[in-house]
């Protein structure tokens, strides 16, 4: 029984960092929010705080980080970081837009948004 239980909880865990693992410290209000292996979005009434995803990205070459941004009022920050914490994007009080971030090679990377009385969405995708 107990190496069945033991079991269930690391493939559990396991397939959570697959997936990618978010975090923050944040309030949504009125929020959809949708998260899978190579897209993350969120539509929402407000916003307020920090959310973060690590994500894996594999094979070799560039991979392009798709942002679409809906800004109804508030402010929205989002930043990318490698495994290295070397810089990719980082833009604070972004407007409705959509735009590409580009990654060199595979590895581990960290999507953060933050907002301050956001009304809007993102999605950001990634290949």
């Known amino acids: 029984m107990k190496k069945t239980f033991l079991t269930s909880i690391i493939t559990l865990i396991a397939v959570l960092c697959i997936l990618g693992c978010t975090t923050g ?3 949504f209000i009125n929020s959809n929010e949708n998260s899978e292996s190579e897209f993350w979005n969120a539509s929402y009434d407000k916003f307020n705080g920090y ?3 690590e994500i894996t990205i594999s094979g070799e070459g560039d991979h392009a ?3 679409e941004i809906v800004t109804n ?3 929205l920050g989002l930043s990318i970081e490698d495994d290295d914490g070397k810089s990719l994007y980082n833009g604070n009080e972004l407007p409705s837009s959509s735009f590409e971030v580009i990654a060199n090679g595979e590895g581990k990377y960290t999507i ?3 907002a ?4 809007g969405g993102f ?3 990634w290949e």
């Open 25 to 27: 410290s944040y309030t």
């Open 51 to 53: 959310k973060q995803r």
């Open 65 to 67: 980080f798709t942002v």
């Open 73 to 75: 009022s508030g402010k």
């Open 112 to 114: 953060r948004l933050d």
């Open 116 to 119: 301050d009385n956001h009304n």
């Open 123 to 125: 999605d950001i995708k």
